[in-house]
């Protein structure tokens, strides 16, 4: 197995393009993929200390302002960055443990794509977009559109996750996430979940309910998001949200929990989700 | 006393945290290869053939074994019948038997070679639960047939006493298979020569021994077994040291090369014993004031693939059945099943944690059906010394029980609860027996010695084991009380099976009951020589001596002292002895084979505890916000020590009523792994306070009595009692999780 | 391919692949067996060292990410006359030591938070050391542990022994 480190995301792809290598991150997931034998890439090109795909930063794209988030930022710096919405930061929060965080990265976790990632569900309620880099320039993905099944997304064989872009309008609006898992501490989520919501009159706006865990790929829970849209935010409860956050999800058994467990608590989750949102909603938004 | 009972540090802590302590993965031999097993992969089925051709084209590939190339009977087994082949021959018994050894530079790549051996099964339809094991018609999983151990116990008439009863409470309760998951997986490295080495993380070093003895078609006294630091047991460490300590000497016998096999997580989950999944059916008698008058009661053990120590477990929990309490009329049946799964063993508390859950959660319905107090309930039936317990046996002493409840009752009120109609709050008590020393399970002996240097230093050999329970510590201090010396100037060294005698297995609660008598004892017959050689040196009889402080010192005038080494200095060349080697072996048990009425166990641990906790309605989350543990001990010895194993003890039965679950598909485990096998982590720790009553037990030094495993079982029944508290629903099954409690509370809100 | 980094505070040059696990290189090349091997799956922490100062899993990381950075063991921590860090002082008084294979990367794990937070909160010492998994003590002694740590480093003296 060759170890490859490129200098520049523009070598890294000419590398992914010309072998049969894989991309190696923070390695938290290659290398127990690896371990298990589940991969054995003929190459390593490991771009975690690439500094041009480090950081979090305000920035300028096609699609207006945006804060820019280099894909190999480790989970570790997303959870503690006072710049990033909460849902975000909370989410980071809640991956795997302190020495996981400190390696794994943002990117890693969402190429991964496994259903249960932490930092999904926060993603697209944030609206979060992906510029994808190959050999043949960028193309920028809507995170809604990039997971197409469990591990699966819309990656090309010689494409590598660059950057994630939050528009800063996604970051002025309210946000909060929550997740169970078969334990406390380091714990795969049975469930997660994220709300990002603006609030003017006591009326909610802008919502977004994203769900990990309860469905091959995160997913936006959009008759929520309208049932919720417009409405004072005295008129939620549990049991106004239920039937629109179940008709939304397809959970099922598995090693980690039960499809009636996963559909109960996806409604405790998004709830309190949403009432953290309300809770702190002023309208000035949350990035400092 | 002097040390006894002072809080101490642990003796061989220095070395642990700086990480200089060798665990058995830590040696390093000139020449060294390793070993890794293919296993079957399906449950039952037979071994029609091996093909280890792509395996040994393997780079770095230096050998394969099969059954045939085993010297010896090919059998391990704790005791009889030994019936696990250390590599299967002909049948599958269940999906992580081990079929062929490979052998090779490095551990990948005989990890990489053996996932390359081929093996061809014809399967079977494998028998998955007790009841298609017990079917009449049911394959038979050994010649012998499906039944491991069934045994009785039988006091006084049950069916009258029911007669007469005015109420009974019956059902039905269930436990799952736990996995140890010490953070050290099992480990060996054989070192060949004219006579064999083998370092082992393991609990009974001269088990092992004699296995690799006989595996090798060699005698015992070839073999020397070094016990290197033990990454935690808790029971998990014998059978399976036994396997891959006969495997790595029999490959490092023909390859004359140093073999280390050291298992990986999922190995160790698959391939080395559980605790035992039960089912439990019972039923209780009581007269309106909450006099117990009757219980009956069926236990159900599913040991898996082969015995391993299914028919001790199998005993201890027919005396351990029916509680700590004094009841006239009493009617156990416990049997053991083979099943096509991972074989059950040890696990600390050894069968006490399942029939507890099932004691503990009807004492608890039966008090709410008579409308009584849960701790009455307890007091009213709670043996006394003077009472005989369920085989019969009568103490006169040591049968704290009543304390420990009288202690649990003084405990604070739990804290303030909030009105949010979130939450629920609940608080349960449960009571726990357990049996001391071997007991029921055989013969118990310890040998031990100790031995003064010039110098005044102090050496302890013993065979029992460290495993982290703090045992060394505790000879320590024993060894120092009697010698009137600092612990810190007593050593104890490793168990080296050339250097210590054999004292039997590190089970039961024994270390520091039966173990700590015969250090006791050895002490003793070095103290008599000092005393001796001071008296001579003070010119004065012996009894006006005091050892104290690390002097000889005159009873009547403090002033006059000497200090001991120079008394053990002037004691060896006086020729007094300076070392001895003591045996301590406990009353051998004595009862009736048909009833298992008679004397059993040297002494009992008694404990209550109580647990507060806090459940929320919409996920079924619990936090536990207080747990009092109370167990007498007879005496503390170290309290740090004696808290950890409360600790510790209760956070693992936590896990095993409320979190953890072995899962399995079609016979193969699902969860073979840290990630979805739920083992606490500290954020799920639970805020235990330990509480010791100290009713002095004759049979143990300076009193003590064991207290590794009863906090196990206790803390597993406390729980379930306190969520059907909580929860106003009572659960028959363990563990009780958190989408176990979800559904219970929906099921309570829609009915 | 030779690989620099540091070590317990001194250089290190080895010819070492740069997909070899950081434990590997560890334990067989530089014999700093303290470093324990529990899961190799990143899911106990026994493996836990301090890279640049942050606790990571030895077992998931390549030697290649190690390049020109500083890495701390177990071996690391004490003073240069061979005596104890505080918080391996603590931990010996308070009972947080059972069977010592978790110990290493408890304490690298506790020395990470203390080095960035003094006095830490209960609650932040559970989180900081959520990644090592305890199966003897029940964890409370460890939080002892680590609470006596601080208040010791934070009174700038340590009283040793116990």
């Known amino acids: ?288 | 006393m002097a040390v006894i009972g002072k809080q101490t540090r642990k003796v061989d802590g220095l070395e642990l945290i700086t990480g200089q302590a060798k665990f058995t993965g830590d040696y390093r031999f000139p020449g060294m290869v390793y070993g890794a097993v293919k296993r079957a992969g399906v449950p039952a089925g037979r071994l029609t053939g091996v093909d280890a051709e792509a395996a040994r084209a393997i780079q770095g590939v230096v050998d394969v074994l099969t059954a045939a190339d085993i010297p010896g009977p090919n059998l391990i087994g704790v005791l009889p019948p030994f019936d696990q082949p250390l590599l299967a021959a002909n049948e599958i018994r269940y999906a992580g038997e081990s079929v062929a050894l490979v052998i090779a530079e490095t551990a990948e790549e005989a990890r990489r070679a053996a996932d390359a051996v081929s093996v061809s099964i014809e399967p079977y339809e494998p028998i998955l639960t007790m009841d298609q094991a017990l079917a009449p018609d049911a394959r038979k999983i050994h010649e012998t047939g499906n039944v491991t151990l069934s045994k009785k116990l039988i006091k006084g008439e049950i069916e009258p006493a029911f007669e007469t009863a005015d109420v009974i409470v019956e059902g039905t309760f269930e436990t799952s298979f736990q996995e140890h998951a010490y953070l050290e997986p099992e480990t060996v490295c054989a070192v060949p020569g004219r006579r064999f080495t083998l370092y082992a993380s393991c609990q009974s070093p001269f088990h092992i021994r004699g296995h690799v003895a006989a595996n090798l078609n060699a005698p015992a006294s070839s073999v020397k077994v070094i016990q290197a630091s033990t990454g935690g047991s808790f029971g998990g460490k014998d059978d399976v040291a036994t396997e891959i300590g006969s495997l790595a000497c029999i490959a490092a016998q023909r390859l004359n090369r140093p073999v280390m096999i050291a298992h990986e997580r999922k190995e160790s989950i698959i391939g080395s014993n559980l605790r035992h999944a039960a089912r439990i059916r019972i039923k209780t008698g009581a007269m309106s004031d909450g006099k117990i008058v009757a219980r009956q009661i069926h236990v159900l053990l599913d040991g898996g693939a082969y015995a391993s120590e299914s028919p001790f477990v199998t005993m201890k929990t027919l005396i351990h059945a029916a509680g700590p309490y004094r009841i006239e009329n009493v009617a156990v049946e416990s049997t053991s099943v083979y099943t096509n799964k991972t074989y059950c063993g040890a696990f600390r508390g050894f069968g006490v944690p399942q029939v507890t859950f099932a004691s503990e959660s009807q004492i608890d319905e039966l008090a709410e059906k008579l409308g009584i107090d849960r701790l009455e309930i307890r007091r009213i039936n709670g043996l006394r010394a003077g009472d005989p317990n369920a085989t019969g046996q009568v103490y006169d002493q040591s049968v704290g029980l009543l304390e420990t409840i009288e202690e649990i009752a003084k405990q604070p009120a739990g804290s303030e609860q909030t009105t949010d109609d979130r939450y629920v709050y609940g608080t349960g008590y449960a009571s726990v027996a357990q049996g001391i020393s071997n007991g029921a399970e055989g013969v118990d002996v310890t040998g031990a010695s100790v031995q003064m240097s010039q110098d005044g230093s102090v050496l302890v050999g013993i065979g029992l084991t460290e495993l982290g329970q703090g045992s060394r510590t505790v000879y320590a201090l024993i060894a120092a009380e009697v010698l009137g010396v600092d612990v810190d100037s007593v050593s104890v060294r490793l168990v080296d099976t050339d250097a210590v005698h054999d004292s039997g297995p590190t089970v039961a609660s024994r270390s520091t009951t039966v173990g700590g008598m015969a250090v006791h004892k050895a002490a003793t017959e070095v103290r008599t020589s000092l005393v001796s050689m001071a008296a001579l040196m003070f010119k004065t009889d012996q009894e006006n001596i005091e050892l104290r402080d690390g002097f000889a010192i005159l009873k009547m005038d403090d002033s006059a002292r000497i200090p001991i080494r120079e008394v053990a200095t002037a004691a060896y060349w006086t020729g007094f002895p300076v070392m001895n080697l003591a045996f301590s072996k406990a009353p051998d048990a004595n009862f009736d084979d048909e009833t298992h009425q008679g004397n059993v166990y040297i002494a009992y641990n008694y404990g209550t505890h109580r647990m507060d906790v806090r459940v929320d309605r919409r996920t079924g989350e619990v936090d536990v916000l207080n747990h009092f543990a109370a167990h007498d001990v007879g005496r503390v010895i170290n309290p740090l020590g004696l808290e950890g194993q409360v600790e510790g003890a209760s956070l693992m039965g936590f896990g095993l009523a409320h979190m953890e679950r072995i899962r399995y598909a079609d016979g193969i485990i699902q969860n073979a792994n840290f990630a979805d096998y739920a083992v606490p982590s500290i954020k799920d720790r639970i805020p235990t306070t330990t509480i010791a009553v100290e009713d002095p037990n004759p049979t143990g030094p300076f009193g003590a009595k064991g207290a590794g495993e009863p906090p196990v079982a206790a803390a597993a029944a406390v729980f379930a009692n306190a969520i059907a508290d909580a929860v106003g629903v009572r659960f028959t099954r363990l563990p009780i999780t958190r989408e176990d409690i979800l559904d219970a509370v929906r099921g309570r809100d829609d009915g | 391919m030779m690989i620099r980094f540091h070590c317990n505070g001194k250089p290190v040059q080895v010819d070492v692949e740069p997909n070899a696990r950081v434990i590997d290189l560890l334990r067989e090349d530089l014999g700093l067996t303290g470093t324990k091997e529990g899961c190799g799956r990143g899911e106990c922490g026994a493996c836990t060292i301090l890279l640049d100062g942050k606790p990571v899993n030895a077992c998931l990381l390549l030697v290649g990410k190690i390049v020109d950075r500083e890495i701390v063991t177990i071996e690391g921590i004490a003073g240069e006359d061979g005596s104890l860090h505080p918080i391996q002082e603590a931990f010996l008084d308070t009972g947080a030591v059972q069977c010592g294979f978790c110990t290493p990367g408890m304490v690298l794990s506790a020395k990470a938070l203390l080095d960035e937070n003094g006095t830490p909160a209960v609650e932040a010492v559970e989180e900081a050391l959520s990644g090592n998994l305890c199966r003897c003590t029940g964890y409370g002694k460890i939080v002892e542990g680590v609470l006596e740590a601080s208040r010791r480093l934070t009174e700038g003296q340590d009283r040793g022994g116990g």
Not at chain 1, 103 to 109: A, D, E, K, S, V
Not at chain 1, 111 to 132: E, I, K, M, Q, Y
Not at chain 1, 198 to 220: E, F, H, K, Q, Y
């Open chain 1, 1 to 288: 197995m060759r170890y490859l480190k490129p200098s520049s995301v523009e070598e890294a792809a000419d590398l992914l393009e010309s072998s049969q290598g894989m991309i190696l991150a923070g390695g938290t997931d290659l290398c127990v993929y690896m371990a298990e034998g589940v991969v054995d890439p003929e190459a390593l090109i490991d771009i975690g200390d690439l500094d041009a795909m480090r950081g979090i930063q305000a920035a300028k794209s096609d699609h207006g302002d945006v804060i820019r988030i280099g894909a190999c930022t480790t989970i570790a710096e997303i959870a503690t960055s006072e710049a990033l919405p909460t849902c975000l930061r909370q989410g980071a929060q809640a991956v795997g443990s302190p020495q996981i965080r400190n390696l794994g990265t943002i990117g890693g976790n969402v190429c991964n794509a496994s259903p249960c990632g932490d930092t999904l569900a926060p993603l697209l309620t944030l609206d979060a977009r992906f510029v994808l880099r190959s050999s043949g320039g960028t193309r920028t993905v809507e995170s809604g559109d990039f997971f197409t099944g469990p591990k699966q997304t819309v990656l090309g064989p010689g494409e590598i996750l660059e950057f994630i872009e939050i528009p800063a309008a996604s970051c002025a609006r309210a946000s909060a996430f929550r997740m169970i898992g078969n334990r406390k501490g380091q714990a795969i989520s049975q469930v997660n979940a994220a709300v990002s919501l603006t609030i003017a009159d006591g009326r909610m706006s802008d919502i977004r309910v994203a769900v990990g865990s309860v469905a091959p790929i995160p997913l936006r829970l959009t008759k929520l998001e309208g049932v919720l849209d417009g409405q004072p935010i005295d008129d939620v409860s549990l049991a106004a949200i239920r039937e629109p956050v179940l008709e939304g999800i397809r959970p099922i058994d598995d090693v980690r929990s039960t499809a009636t467990y996963r559909q109960e608590v996806t409604v405790s989750l998004v709830f309190d989700a949403w009432a953290e949102c309300v809770g702190r909603a002023s309208g000035e938004g949350e990035c400092r």
